[in-house]
Antibody
């Protein structure tokens, strides 16, 4: 059974760095067909893709946040970490991690974590 | 970035109705198009991938179509558990982008 679970702070102060961890089970982070992605959803708004990482340590970021984002993985622990620097209230959102399944160049987000609600406030 | 536009942004329908949601891309995405369902307070779930392939475990009343810049998601007979928000997403180009969502409400 594939599961993903996000963990991290509930409240972060402006200018601080937000660090979120996605713990996965039921699949291996070294599987060439699979990766992990991070997305977020501000309250009442649509989904926004942030970054993903694949087994070859191939990292891809959304251009608008690339300077502030870092994604990394620890295959032995089954964890993927997302760091977002210099947060502001506009970064308040529910953050999701999801499994990326890749097949013949098509990718899809086929399993999702429950989400981690993060508020940026002083 | 490729912009994804969904219409309508919301609709009211009754159980048993046939519902169609449209998603348009600002440039061709071929068939690199996925659909997700999100029930309030829950994470999204994958319904359709590669424009028309049904994800395992998803009821057959859901179907997807289209290619290039125009796509549809159809629910052939709306069920009570289908009242949710639906999102399209393109994976043709980075950054991956989503539509603004279509909220399906009970009439």
């Amino acid at each position: 059974q594939v599961t993903l679970k996000e963990s991290g702070p509930v409240v972060v102060k402006p200018t601080e760095t937000l660090t979120l961890t996605c713990s996965v089970s039921g699949f291996s982070l070294s599987n060439a067909r699979m990766g992990v992605t991070w997305l977020r959803q501000p309250p009442g708004k649509a989904l926004e893709w942030l970054a993903h990482i694949f087994s070859r340590d191939e990292e891809t970021y959304t251009p608008s946040l690339k300077r502030r984002l870092t994604i990394s993985r620890d295959t032995s622990k089954g964890q993927v970490v997302l760091m977002l620097t210099n947060v502001d209230p506009g970064d308040t959102a529910t953050y999701y991690c999801a499994r990326v399944y890749s097949s013949s160049s098509y990718i899809r987000f086929d399993h999702w974590g429950q989400g981690a609600r993060v508020t940026v406030s002083s | 970035d490729i912009q994804m536009t969904q219409s309508p942004s919301s609709l009211s329908a009754s159980v048993g109705d046939r519902v169609t949601i449209t998603c348009r891309a600002s440039q061709s995405v071929s068939n690199y198009l996925n659909w997700y369902q999100q029930i309030p307070g829950k994470p999204p779930t994958l319904l359709i991938y590669a424009a028309s392939s049904l994800q395992s475990g998803v009821p057959s009343r859901f179907s997807g179509g289209g290619s290039g810049t125009e796509f549809t998601l159809t629910i052939s007979s709306l069920q009570p558990e289908d009242f949710a928000t639906y999102y399209c997403q393109q994976s043709h180009s980075t950054p991956v982008t989503f539509g603004g969502g279509t909220k399906v409400e009970i009439k």
